[in-house]
């Protein structure tokens, strides 16, 4: 038997302070494949709030426990368990919800075991914003060392792991960011994440962005799903402005139905964890 775990639940969409319980789930009885996980540290992705919402292009089925990524210690194995031990370190599997509880217990499948060495607090957000940020750089166009990136948004957790690993790999990466008094602070700590370039959205408001650039805007522009309607326009004139001004293709991407592959998958994350302990990328 697992012990008993606490979890937050919603049972409806709406606004999660409103929909949002704390519950106590009683001790599950587990099967001889299955592991018991003690979860050490789940974050609060934005995602994890829009699917609460309800907003999100996927939702679990409600009732739901929420949390979509983390990090626990292998608390209890089933007997047919082999490749994982108590006090093992592992994430969750792509594409499952529920990391917003005390204790876990699922198929040993679904868990996968990471170097102990690994801070917790990069274990535990690894597999969403820094895993999209590398696939979106692998998965569209073969970008070799010189190539040159164009994002927006280039502030958020992704848009600095895209810098980051764009740096990693020799190519340029042209970031635009929202105008605010501190912008030059902004523009200055995403430099030194390894930013080529870093552009205020009013300093893009003019003809000729290709001039402005000064680079070939050939190839992909891709733009993530899910931003909000706020964000969404802002960025589409953006857009709009690059493509006209070259031959560009453009293209959504969510992660969740990009479906890597389970080795694909590990073999990822075993790269940003082992950026991550270098020192080579931070969040
Ligand atoms: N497609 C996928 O599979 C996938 C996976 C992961 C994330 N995402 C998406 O990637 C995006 C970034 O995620 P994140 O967790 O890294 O985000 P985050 O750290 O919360 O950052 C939010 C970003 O949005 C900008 N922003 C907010 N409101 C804006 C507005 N009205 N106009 C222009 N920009 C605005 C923020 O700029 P300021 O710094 O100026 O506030 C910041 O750069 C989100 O849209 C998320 O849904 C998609």
């Not at 909000?228 to 293709?249: K, P």
Request: a negative charge; glycine letters at 6%; proline letters at 6%.
């Amino acid at each position: 038997m697992s012990p008993p775990s606490t979890a937050v639940v919603y049972d409806q969409h709406g606004p999660p302070d409103t929909v949002t319980r704390v519950t106590k789930i009683p001790p599950v009885e587990m099967n001889e494949n299955e592991v018991c996980v003690k979860m050490l540290a789940a974050p609060i992705n934005p995602a994890d709030i829009n699917r609460i919402e309800g907003v999100y292009s996927v939702l679990p089925p409600i009732p739901a426990i929420g949390g979509w990524e983390g990090v626990g210690e292998i608390h209890y194995v089933g007997s047919a368990v082999m490749a994982l031990s108590p006090g093992d370190l592992v994430i969750h599997a792509a594409y499952l919800s529920g990391t917003w509880q005390t204790y876990v217990v699922e198929d040993q499948s679904l868990w996968y075991k990471i170097d102990k060495n690994t801070p917790i607090e990069y274990a535990a957000t690894i597999s969403v914003n820094p895993l999209s940020a590398l696939r979106m750089l692998e998965d569209f166009v073969a970008l070799k060392p010189g190539d040159t990136i164009v994002q927006n948004g280039a502030t958020s957790i992704v848009g600095q792991c895209v810098i980051q690993l764009a740096r990693i790999r020799g190519i340029h990466s042209i970031n635009i960011i929202r105008d605010k008094p501190e912008s030059d602070k902004i523009k200055e700590k995403l430099i030194k994440l390894g930013a080529n370039k870093v552009f205020t959205e009013s300093e893009l408001e003019v003809k000729g962005v290709k001039n402005l650039l000064d680079i070939s805007l050939k190839g992909y522009l891709l733009q993530e799903k899910n931003l909000d309607e706020a964000q969404y326009r802002c960025s589409i004139d953006h857009l709009l402005a690059l493509v006209r001004a070259g031959d560009i293709s453009l293209k959504g991407y969510l992660l969740q139905e990009k479906n890597l592959d389970e080795a694909q998958y590990r073999c990822s994350i075993d790269h940003l964890l082992a950026l991550v302990r270098a020192g080579d990328i931070a969040i």
